[in-house]
Nanobody
Framework: QVQLVESGGGSVQTGGSLRLSCSASGYTDSSVCMGWFRQALGKEREGVASIDSASAGTTSYADSVKARFTISKDNAKNTLYLQMNSLKPEDTAMYYC???????????????????WGQGTQVTVSS
């Protein structure tokens, strides 16, 4: 089992920045791919970014966040990060950290391929 706990959410104005953190514990060696997802009110959960523990930390991003968000992982601390810059009101959502036993090239940014989830942290961007 893998336990994931997110932190770092909050309220910012358009153009602001936030850094989300996700602390992982348990059998983390099984988490080959980790990612960030978000779910806005009334919408489906969508993938934001993923990072592979193997493959030299290969990353992948949703088109809507490319060049604005950066995913990274500190393996020594078992912590996943999401640096979010140039935030827009449409980035407002609950953000979730997730992990899977699949490699990222298999799991992609599809929520149903991830089997471990955190409780989420709210990000609100005001105009």
């Amino acid at each position: 089992q893998v336990q994931l706990v997110e932190s770092g959410g909050g309220s910012v104005q358009t153009g602001g920045s936030l850094r989300l953190s996700c602390s992982a514990s348990g059998y983390t060696d099984s988490s080959v791919c980790m990612g960030w997802f978000r779910q806005a009110l009334g919408k489906e959960r969508e993938g934001v970014a993923s990072i592979d523990s193997a493959s030299a930390g290969t990353t992948s991003y949703a088109d809507s966040v490319k060049a604005r968000f950066t995913i990274s992982k500190d393996n020594a601390k078992n912590t996943l990060y999401l640096q979010m810059n140039s935030l827009k009101p449409e980035d407002t959502a609950m953000y979730y950290c997730a992990a899977t036993n699949y490699y990222c090239y298999t799991a992609g940014l599809l929520p149903w391929n991830y089997n471990y989830w955190g409780q989420g942290t709210q990000v609100t961007v005001s105009s």
